[in-house]
């Protein structure tokens, strides 16, 4: 047994009962937990996957190629490597196309500079505006810089001082940032505003076809790469959904056989619920964790293609995607941002059905804060029920702490964290306990030996207002 303190400041909170997050607008909930992630588990038809898609939704395939052409000698063409370790482990032949390392350490920059480029020389003067969760924004500050134009960037407050240093690194004296809201979406309301007052020149994260058409040519460098053989599924992430776009237009058209899967955070599963529900909608809530794919409300046009070619879209705990994370880092020694790492976290669904075939998944960014790898190793251990938090109450007695340390905890369990304040006037008192496990078995154990002494707990889950005072 190992006791490691540290102190935190949430244990005043466990008076209330309720730390649920707030439901959102929509009536689909999903929650972070691993129970309730395989109870809602989305199944998927393969074989009515590859449905007859609306062509006349999709980008042309000779605007993605067009501009192809025009990127070609500005973006960095980023390899599409076949993954030992993952084409072994799942019997398939999985390969990764690594826009992590692309010139701003994502894909952002193909869109950014299809469109940017597009406005009128003499329309160059005004100011260009956008809004970004970061790799967006990079993406548009790198290409002003490029072209000498001046760009006001709208960020949320809580973006990655990564992607916050690195804009302004791109951009040099032509990028300003003003961050604003909490998330994309309130940071995006405010320079539509802000660029209609000013009489600028908007340049969206997702929702233009400029934008659709530079991300396309995504899908122009794997069919080139891999031409020997047919591609039978791809993954891509899923934010806004312009990527997803860009590349199903291309993929669609050239190679149709192709099963396209999009790929969402399950804490913000906006273009999941607008295909649900046959509509756009905005989420009350989201989790930002996975910041490159927070998004409340999908691009009208992304909706309008990925609705037409996809069947629904996989949903990712954000637990899994930070077990995908340390893999990725640990086996292949490649880091990734979390976004980064949604496409191959959905490889474990389709596991069966990949066997033998031809799958590439798109690795979007790795703007990264190393900062933030503590919480990262937090959340995977979560999701593989090895790290456990949880409120437990002692009666207000001598020796109720040293009872639980002795007689509950397994000769491998090491405690993590611990806050306990003992009160004379109470008959019970709450302690927030983080508790590590070796394996999942040895915590049912922990419980079993808890409810033997009626001892009660409240294990906390990330999708918890509480939980983030853990983070």
């Known amino acids: ?5 540290k102190a935190h400041s949430s244990l005043n909170l466990a008076k209330n009962d309720s730390f649920d997050t ?37 980008i042309p395939v000779n605007k993605i190629y067009s501009a192809y052409k025009v990127l070609k000698n500005v973006v960095t063409r980023t390899p599409t490597q076949k993954s030992m370790k993952l084409s072994e482990y799942f019997g398939a032949n999985v390969y990764i196309k690594r826009e992590d390392l692309q010139i701003v350490r994502s894909y952002k920059l193909r869109g950014a500079y299809n469109k940017i480029i597009s406005i009128p020389e003499n329309e160059r003067h005004r100011t260009v505006f956008c809004a970004s969760a970061g790799n967006h924004a990079q993406g548009v500050a790198y290409v002003c810089n ?17 992607k916050f240093n690195a804009v302004k690194s791109w951009g040099k004296q032509y990028a300003q940032i003003e961050l604003v809201g909490d998330t994309f979406d309130e940071s995006f309301r405010a320079s539509r505003e802000k660029c209609n007052t000013e009489n600028g020149i908007y340049v969206h994260a ?39 776009a860009g590349i199903s ?19 913000s599963p906006s273009m999941y619920e607008a295909i649900k529900q046959q509509q756009i909608v905005e989420l009350e809530t989201i989790n930002t964790f996975v910041d490159g794919a927070a998004i409340k409300k999908s691009g009208a046009k992304p909706f309008d293609i990925l609705n037409s070619v996809l069947k629904e879209v996989v949903l990712i705990p954000e637990g899994h995607v930070c077990t995908t994370m340390m893999k990725l880092f640990n086996e292949e020694g490649i880091l990734v941002e979390p976004a980064g790492a949604l496409a191959i976290s959905a490889l474990d669904r389709f596991k069966e059905q990949i066997q033998g075939k031809t799958v590439v998944c798109l690795i979007s960014g790795s703007n990264n804060d190393l900062g933030r790898m503590t919480d990262i190793r937090m959340l995977s251990e979560i999701h593989q029920g090895l790290q456990y938090y949880m409120f437990v109450n002692f009666f207000q007695k001598p020796g109720a702490l040293k009872q639980f340390l002795i007689q509950c905890l397994g000769p491998t369990d090491e405690v993590t964290n611990l806050e306990y304040t003992r009160k004379n006037n109470r008959e ?6 983080g508790v590590k496990v070796k394996k999942p078995q040895d915590f049912e154990a922990l419980k079993n030996k808890m409810e033997e002494l009626k001892i009660t707990h409240r294990i906390l889950q990330p999708n918890q207002e509480i939980f983030k005072m853990l983070l």
């Open 22 to 58: 707030p439901e959102k607008k929509v009536t689909h909930s999903h929650s972070n937990n691993q129970e309730s992630t395989q109870k809602q588990s989305i199944q998927v038809d393969i074989a009515n996957y590859n449905h007859p898609p609306d062509m006349s939704k999709l």
């Open 1 to 5: 047994m190992h006791i490691q303190k």
């Open 146 to 162: 490029l072209m000498k134009i001046n760009c006001i960037i709208y960020m949320p407050t809580n973006t990655p001082s990564i």
């Open 428 to 433: 019970k008192g709450p302690a927030l306990v």
């Open 206 to 244: 997702f929702d233009d076809e400029k934008i659709i058409e530079g991300q396309g040519t995504i899908a122009v460098e794997i069919l080139e790469d891999i031409n020997e053989d047919q591609v039978d599924f791809m993954f891509f992430p899923v934010g806004g959904g312009g990527c997803g």
């Open 249 to 267: 237009s291309y993929f669609k058209q050239v190679s149709p056989q192709t099963i396209l899967i999009g790929v969402e955070p399950e804490g």
